[in-house]
């Protein structure tokens, strides 16, 4: 019997030579089965089909298995099918190479091949559609859609390529009816005379009451352009026979309206039920639709979400409206620098005039978004009021301490006139100056105690009562928010206060009115 001795220095290389060993062997295998490492699992309408590595390109295996199948195929290729990859890492799992793939993947599409279908022309709008069996149907259809708004038949549908656009995607849009097609490739022209009713009435009573006799020469009178708001797509499609459409209810299912939501920003003097007639809606759905306190709780700038009946297709409308109109010129304001702002004399009044003008007006669906006036025939002149108007920003007034107790507010009072405000304070409390200005009095004055008075720019004079020490003399000039006296409790007084006052004109106002904080 041979006993075997190992060192300890060759059981280190034996272990080395078998970790090797084993390195190899798993990269063999590696290249054909799972063996932890991260792979993609390939599904099919949600079957899986195969494995394959990560770094493999599934979709250039799926295009290959497709044109393949084309190949095979006489005629156009319809499929229907779904395919995606998901991230897998189990051990022993087959992992297919690109070409075995790609023959894998051949024989899920080959079951995906629609062979009873039939082929149609599918119009999109956004999220609609309708199948018809040919471009004449659809060219058909889109000009019933028009037609209401159209008596005259002064506009027809256009179906045609557009190279930007991706192969096989077409284009539907109304062009003027004696214009050339758009271009070369145009592939049908069809009118459709005679069709005046459906929801487009509207529109047409828009149109209708357009000026037909205009004055001038140079005038544009009547429908200038109809177009689609919508993008309309056409594309070859195959469906099964039960999803052909059926013309009349699409031409009922295309024009609904339906309600569909807005984004309105109000602007400077908007008010709910306006807004609501505007657009079509009322205030309390307003209100619901924003979560508003009320009705008046809507801001400048604030951004409203209005729920609009709408339908799938709109039309545009730009026509030119010629009618008459009384009219006053806008003021000429002539500036003066000495005054403020909220000075103004009215230096001219103003006449009114009349006139006939020109307008070119946008409508979609039938309302009115745009208004430009282009001419007008002056008949009476109006003359424009002048207006003399300041150009200083008046002061401002803040409250004249720093927290207080408001204990007593303007007006009668233990049956005499109470004409200022009073907030209760500890004695020393820092009094400022409401407003800039001029100190015309700081003094000892009878029931005001220690009180200073300022005479501010505006004309307005504010007095402060009751202190306990003056920070200012007569004459000083003072900035808004600087301290001018302590508070106290001299003169005719219940206990430690500040007494406020604000006088316009010589007549003592309440002075919360004007204070801004």
């Known amino acids: 019997m041979h006993k075997i001795k190992f060192t300890r220095k060759a059981a280190i290389q034996s272990a080395v030579v078998m970790a090797a060993s084993v390195v190899v062997l798993l990269a063999g295998v590696s290249e054909r089965t ?33 044109r393949e199948l084309s190949a095979e195929e006489s005629g156009r290729l319809c499929m229907d099918y779904e395919w995606e990859s998901v991230p897998a890492r189990e051990p022993f799992e087959t992992l297919l190479t690109e070409e075995a793939l790609k023959e894998a993947l051949k024989e899920a599409l080959r079951k995906k091949i629609i062979r009873d279908q039939e082929r149609v022309y599918t119009v999109a709008i956004d999220g609609y559609r309708a199948n018809f069996k040919s471009l004449e149907e659809v060219s058909i259809f889109l000009d019933r859609v028009k037609s209401p708004a159209d008596e005259q038949n002064a506009y027809r549908t256009q179906i045609f390529k557009n190279d930007s656009h991706i192969s096989g995607i077409l284009n539907a849009v109304l ?43 140079g005038y544009q009178n009547g429908v200038l352009d109809m177009e689609f708001v919508e993008t309309v797509k056409v594309y070859e499609n195959y469906v099964d026979a039960d999803q052909l459409s059926d013309m009349e209810e699409e031409l009922i299912e295309v024009t609904k309206e339906k309600e569909s939501n807005k984004i309105y920003v109000v602007e400077s003097g908007d008010c709910l039920s306006v807004i609501a007639i505007d657009h079509d809606t009322t205030v309390s759905s307003i209100v ?27 039309l545009r409308i730009t026509a030119g409206e010629v009618y008459e109109e009384d009219y006053t010129m806008e003021p000429v304001i002539r500036e003066n620098d000495s005054w403020y702002t909220n000075q103004e004399v009215v230096r001219q009044e103003g006449t009114t005039g009349h006139r006939e003008r020109n307008d070119v007006v946008v409508y979609e669906n039938g309302i009115e978004i745009s208004r430009e006036m282009i001419h007008q025939n002056i008949m009476t002149e109006s003359v424009p009021a002048i207006i003399e108007r300041g150009t200083i920003i008046p002061p401002t007034y803040i409250k004249p301490i720093s927290g207080g107790r408001y204990t007593s507010g303007f ?32 003094s000892y004055n009878g029931g005001y105690g220690n009180n200073v008075v300022i005479s501010h720019p505006d004309g307005r004079l504010t007095r402060y009562a009751h ?9 000083q000039t003072v900035k808004q928010g600087e301290a001018i006296a302590l508070s106290g409790n001299t003169g005719r007084s219940t206990g430690p206060h500040v007494h406020f006052e604000i006088y316009i004109n010589g007549a003592a106002v309440n002075p919360l009115n004007y204070i801004g904080n």
Not at 41 to 64: C, H, M, P, S, Y
């Open 34 to 66: 799972a063996i932890g490492q991260p792979y993609q699992n390939i599904l099919v309408d949600g079957e899986k089909v195969a494995a394959a590595g990560r770094n493999t390109d599934v979709a250039r295996a799926v295009r290959q298995a497709r």
């Open 175 to 217: 062009t003027e009816a004696e214009e050339e097609p758009a271009q070369e490739s145009a592939l049908l022209d069809v009118r459709m005379p005679g069709v005046t009713a459906g929801v487009w009435a509207a529109v047409a009573q828009a149109v209708e009451n357009i000026g037909s006799h205009p004055s001038e020469e």
């Open 288 to 314: 619901a639709l924003n979560q508003l306190a009320d009705a008046d709780s809507i801001r400048e700038g604030q951004e409203l979400v209005i729920a609009v009946p709408e339908p799938d297709l709109k």
């Open 411 to 442: 007006g009668r009072r233990w049956g005499r006139m109470h004409t200022g405000v009073d907030w209760a304070c500890p004695t020393g409390t820092t009094v400022y100056a409401s407003s800039g200005g001029t100190v015309i009095q700081a």
């Open 467 to 475: 202190n306990s020490r003056l920070l200012v003399r007569v004459g």
